[in-house]
């Protein structure tokens, strides 16, 4: 197995992006159990991969369509769907009625159903290889980072209340789609 193979769906570029679903999985589960600080950790190592991928996928001439996709998939679960999973969790605690549950429950699933739209809107928009001066919208690996934040903000009670966050929540799901320009590092 070549792993410099441009062909290969297990090259070296796509096996750290494989690495990125892997870590974004098992962050979930750590989020499950409780264990807030090592799924941020996972997290934050997903995002390493991340980058890594492309850079990897640059340098050795290895992208591909079915590397986009892939790396979409992986942004889909490390930073779509576990960071909004980690929030939900943290804030549950604070929840004082299944009425609240539900309504910062379907923002997360806006949020999430915002993610993938901008990630397939990406893709739809993407060569293989080529890298835009600027993002428009918010990426999703950013979102992310912004979402960590609210979790921070609410768990060392600087933004203690539940709505605030959840209203914040809906802005950064908002700006996942906009057209702000975001220079690509």
Avoid at 42 to 66: N, P
Avoid at 78 to 90: E, G, H, K, R, W
Wanted: aromatic fraction near 16%.
């Amino acid at each position: 197995m070549n792993l410099f193979d441009k062909n290969n769906r297990f090259n070296i570029a796509n096996l750290v992006t494989y690495l990125n679903v892997a870590l974004g999985v098992i962050a979930i589960y750590f989020i499950v159990k409780g264990d807030f600080f090592t799924a941020i950790i996972l997290a934050w190592i997903a995002g390493a991969c991340d980058i890594i991928d492309g850079k990897l996928a640059r340098k050795y001439k290895l992208s591909t369509e079915f590397g986009i996709q892939l790396d979409s998939f992986a942004d889909f679960i490390s930073f779509v769907v576990m960071p909004p999973f980690l929030l939900f969790y943290a804030l549950k605690s604070s929840m004082t009625s299944s009425i609240w549950e539900l309504v910062v429950g379907l923002v997360f699933i806006v949020y999430i159903i915002a993610g993938l739209r901008r990630l397939i809107e990406f893709n739809l928009k993407m060569d293989a290889g080529e890298v835009a001066k600027y993002f428009e919208g918010v990426p999703t690996p950013l979102g992310a980072i912004l979402l960590w934040v609210l979790y921070l903000l609410f768990s060392y009670s600087i933004i203690p209340n539940v709505w605030i966050i959840t209203i914040l929540v809906v802005v950064i799901a908002w700006s996942l789609n906009s057209k702000l320009k975001i220079p690509h590092p």
